[in-house]
T-cell receptor
Framework: DAGVIQSPRHEVTEMGQEVTLRCKPI?????LFWYRQTMMRGLELLIY????????DSGMPEDRFSAKMPNASFSTLKIQPSEPRDSAVYFC?????????????FGPGTRLTVT | AQSVTQLDSQVPVFEEAPVELRCNYS??????LFWYVQYPNQGLQLLLK??????LVKGINGFEAEFNKSQTSFHLRKPSVHISDTAEYFC??????????????FGKGTLLTVNP
């Protein structure tokens, strides 16, 4: 099992540009989560999906952020337009309801720098 | 709403010494509790969890934690640490109710540094 895969691992972009972060969850998992980690705010849940349907997006900071999950094996987090304050490490995680353990498996993260 | 407080942002210890990382939570309903570890430039990995049953839970790498409902705490302990335990440790909570079981709230993290 390859684990949760995220791409790119590092992204440097200029303010105002569109940024798309990608995630492939563990095969068979039915929950997918997007988190943001910063020094100031720690680890924050942005949005999570169950069976490809967004369940709770209350953590999405503003309309510039959007997330989609077109199928069970792929999700994107898009920022448009990007701002320097969006600089952070973005993590994707997945989980399996049927396992009953509530464990979330995290990807390695995407380090985003907006200049 | 729920919240998690990790009382120490940094904990330096010597190798083979015992360590305790403190975590307190607040919630209006019953909770599930977790400890995750993050090694440099990596994602988080589950160390242990409390869902129900025995309040003393054992996890990987020799770590254990005790759920204390009256003190709303879930402190992490290890009797003898190794250099390789150097990492950041996160306490997290989710509500034991309905559809919120998977919504984790994390503490700010405790950086454990093990010195030779």
């Amino acid at each position: 099992d390859a684990g949760v895969i995220q791409s790119p691992r590092h992204e440097v972009t200029e303010m105002g540009q569109e940024v798309t972060l990608r995630c492939k969850p563990i095969s068979g998992h039915d929950y997918l989560f997007w988190y943001r980690q910063t020094m100031m705010r720690g680890l924050e849940l942005l949005i999570y999906f169950n069976n490809n349907v967004p369940i709770d997006d209350s953590g999405m900071p503003e309309d510039r952020f959007s997330a989609k999950m077109p199928n069970a094996s792929f999700s994107t987090l898009k920022i448009q337009p990007s701002e320097p304050r969006d600089s952070a490490v973005y993590f994707c995680a997945s989980s399996l309801l049927g396992a009953g353990s509530y464990e979330q498996y995290f990807g390695p993260g995407t380090r985003l720098t907006v200049t | 709403a729920q919240s998690v407080t990790q009382l120490d942002s940094q904990v330096p210890v010597f190798e083979e010494a015992p360590v305790e990382l403190r975590c307190n939570y607040s919630s209006s309903v019953s909770v599930y509790l977790f400890w995750y570890v993050q090694y440099p430039n990596q994602g988080l990995q589950l160390l242990l969890k409390y869902l129900s049953g025995s309040t003393l839970v054992k996890g990987i790498n020799g770590f254990e934690a005790e759920f204390n409902k009256s003190q709303t705490s879930f402190h992490l302990r290890k009797p003898s640490v190794h250099i390789s335990d150097t990492a950041e440790y996160f306490c997290a909570v989710s509500q034991n109710s309905g559809g919120s079981n998977y919504k984790l709230t994390f503490g700010k993290g405790t950086l454990l540094t093990v010195n030779p």
